[in-house]
C-alpha cells in the first residue's frame, strides 16, 4: 500500500525565529527563472543582489548560501518579491531543500554559512 507523504509545512521547517517585527524574516527579490519550494536554501547574486537557488559551483555569488526561502515561489520571466529567512532562527536539517546533485560536503559548508548569519540548522526533534 503506497504511503501519502505530506507537504512540508513552515511548522516543519521552523523551529525558532524572533518573531518580534518579524526580525528573522526579510523580503528578498528572488531571481527570474526559479521555481523554488518552502525551504529552499538560497544564495545571493552579486551584480544585482537578488537571490536564487543555492549551487556551489556556480561563481557569481550564489555559491554561498545566504538565506532560506519562506513560501514556494514561481518566478517566470521576472524577478519578484518573497520571503525569506535570512537570520536569528533554527530551522530543521530534514525540511531544507537543496539543488540536484549539491553534495553532503557542499551542504555542510552551506550549513556553516547560514550558522554564520544566525541561522541554526539542527535534526528535527
Known sequence: ????????????????????CLYSRDTITLAAGNKLGLGAVLGKISADDAYTEFD?????G??????VLLKPTSTGTAAVKTVALKRHSVVSRQALVWKAGVTAPEKAAAEAALTALGIVVRDAL
Not at 500500500?1 to 518580534?20: G, N, Q, V
Not at 550564489?62 to 538565506?67: D, H, K, P, T, V
Request: hydrophobic share 40%.
Open 1 to 20: 500500500m503506497p504511503s501519502a507523504t505530506l507537504p512540508l509545512r513552515l511548522s516543519d521547517l521552523l523551529k525558532y525565529e524572533i518573531s518580534e
Open 56 to 60: 556551489p559551483t556556480a561563481g557569481d
Open 62 to 67: 550564489s555559491q554561498i548560501a545566504a538565506a
